[in-house]
């Protein structure tokens, strides 16, 4: 049985534009409106797979943030993982938080970096337990300092086969700027957004590749 639903906030200047739009494509505002919300509650079932870019400096700014994405993690029952790196103090500090290094074999730069990779990914999904995760990736950047070619090729891998639930690859600045542009542009492309922490204070960065006119454009 059909309901009216009554919605607030909505005025004369909405209402009036969106009646000139149902008039253009020929359909009721009742009809737009039932779109929009079958669309929302069509997203809101889709578990989301989402992959971004952590950009930070030192690791006092990066703990905090730690934190605040634990609470953030444990109040939505995800799965908390994440892949360590050579850095053993950020190691220790997230495993007294209960989140579980799924790297299981010490990673080396001879290693069959897909091989390598899948089986960490494998390792995810399993201890997993089919929760949405919350993964955090700091072997990325060992990986990246060793080859940026291997790095970009395991970040493509893995934006095309993203898992459900958040992951974060952390960077490092310091590491990230001595490579050339070419590359750090890369590793920017292949994320869904890129995100810099400074202080106690996260940016966005937005990285959009424009003509040479735009340099004389207000």
Known sequence: MPHNILIRNFDDNVYSQLDDLSRQKGVSINSIVKDAVDRWIKNQKEIPKRHHLLIYDNEKDLKRLLRTIDKFARESDWHRCFISSSNLSITEFLEKLDWVDELTVPFEPQNDIMKYFNSILKNIVKDSKNKEICCIDFLINDIFKS????????????????????????????????????????????????????????????????????????
């Open 147 to 218: 080859s940026m070619i291997e790095a970009i090729k395991l970040e493509k891998t893995y934006d095309e086969n993203r898992l459900g639930g958040l992951v974060f690859c952390a960077y490092r600045i310091d590491d990230l700027i001595k490579t050339a542009i070419t590359g750090m542009i890369e590793i920017f492309d292949l994320h869904e957004q890129v995100f810099m922490l400074k202080g106690e204070q996260i940016y966005k960065v937005h990285c959009n590749k424009e003509s040479v006119h735009t340099l004389f454009l207000s």
